[in-house]
């Protein structure tokens, strides 16, 4: 049985919690937040007893094998060396970093302690995403050439996460990230984008709204489009809605959870309603499916020895096409990702 640590006890932290009390092989055994209200309500929701203020004192005090952190992005360059130090494996939630710089030192200094390090990227988890990043990847429809992957929404955020509405990045570093990422699994990595930001709520800092244009490794093309600013009935958060071409055939991921697969022999569409959790709740059941998920991969790969899909060294490709959407969007250029 792993043992870890939890750090940070604040919004989605809750969603962790309950998916490793269904983890297999995996328990958490001690929490940590700077916030003696979080701390409490989060250790008697869930009976863990061992309850700190401050990580380095929790990482000193308890017998852990990993830490799982879900503290925003300022504090995870330097939770995660502590982690390092002290020869944890490491999960860290998404934004990994605000620079690349942070993000290869820290996955540089996981790497250095030998241990497993992913980020909690769990978009690609979703098991209707993952239903068609097998059917791509099967072959189902060919070499893919084209992909579409959207997700567009007016589901207010910021009453759970208000910080959203304060920084100065907002939705590609927030949301976009996932969708790249999808995009990534999809169709391999990318080498150059393109990319527009728009800001169409006023009561907010950053960009709401963001179209871009990616290139990938071999040609292919993609589109990622993803806004917080689309009133429109029906309401589809949180889902990322797919379209896919090949050479043999469409995939299509439409709004209720339906994917149609088209080919010569003709077309399948299937329900890939995830799993409602008796934890989860309606609309966010889809994400909270997927947090239970990569958290099982992550206890999966530490006991095979082999990287996380979305390890920090296969992540640093996800952040760096978010590096490169604000540069782009910033200079009104298309961006080579090697520039960031
Ligand atoms: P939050 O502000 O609600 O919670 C963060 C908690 O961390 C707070 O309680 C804070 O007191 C605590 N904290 C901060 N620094 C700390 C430190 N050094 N030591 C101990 N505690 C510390 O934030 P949130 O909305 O839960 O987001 C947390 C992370 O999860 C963010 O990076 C966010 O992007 C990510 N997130 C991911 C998903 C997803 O689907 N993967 C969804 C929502 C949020
Ligand atoms: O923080 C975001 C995330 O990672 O998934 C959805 C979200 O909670 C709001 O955009």
Not at 132 to 158: C, K
Request: charged share 25%.
């Amino acid at each position: 049985m792993l043992r870890g640590g939890l750090i940070g006890c604040g919004f989605f932290a809750m969603n962790q919690l309950h998916g490793w009390r269904e983890a297999s092989r995996a328990r958490i055994v001690a929490i940590c937040d700077r916030d003696p209200a979080r701390l409490a309500e989060a250790g008697d929701t869930f009976g863990i007893a061992a309850r700190y203020d401050d990580a380095a004192r929790m990482l000193a005090e308890e017998d852990l094998d990993f830490v799982d952190i879900a503290t925003t992005v300022g504090s995870h360059r330097a939770l995660v060396e502590l982690a390092a130090d002290r020869g944890l494996h490491v999960i860290c939630q998404k934004p990994l970093a605000s620079s690349m710089d942070d993000a290869r030192a820290m996955v540089a200094a996981v790497a250095a302690a030998g241990r497993t390090f992913m980020v909690h990227e769990n978009f690609r988890w979703q098991s209707p995403i993952r239903a068609a990043i097998e059917a791509v990847r099967g072959g189902a429809i060919g070499t893919p050439f084209f992909a579409r992957a959207s997700f567009r929404s007016g589901y207010d955020v910021f009453s759970g996460q208000p910080y959203l509405a304060t920084d100065e990045r907002f939705i590609v570093q927030d949301l976009g990230i996932h969708v790249l990422d999808i995009a990534r699994a999809l169709m391999g990595d990318a080498v150059r984008i393109t990319a527009t930001m728009q800001r169409v709520n006023p009561a907010i800092r950053g960009e709401d709204v963001a179209t871009m244009l990616l290139v990938h490794d071999g040609g292919a093309t993609s589109v990622v489009d993803c806004s917080y600013a689309t009133r429109r009935q029906p309401e589809t958060f949180p889902e990322t809605l797919l379209e896919v071409d090949g050479e043999a055939g469409t995939l299509r991921l439409d709004a209720g959870y339906r994917l149609t697969v088209q080919t010569a022999e003709g077309s399948e569409t299937r329900d890939v309603t995830p799993r409602l959790a008796d934890w989860a709740e309606r609309p966010w059941f889809n994400i909270q499916e997927s947090v239970a998920s990569i958290q099982q991969h992550f206890v999966d790969c530490i006991e095979a020895g082999r990287a996380p899909e979305t390890s920090g060294a296969d992540n640093l490709s996800t952040l760096a096409l978010v590096e490169a959407a604000y540069l782009s969007a910033a200079e009104g250029r298309s961006v080579d990702v090697s520039e960031v």
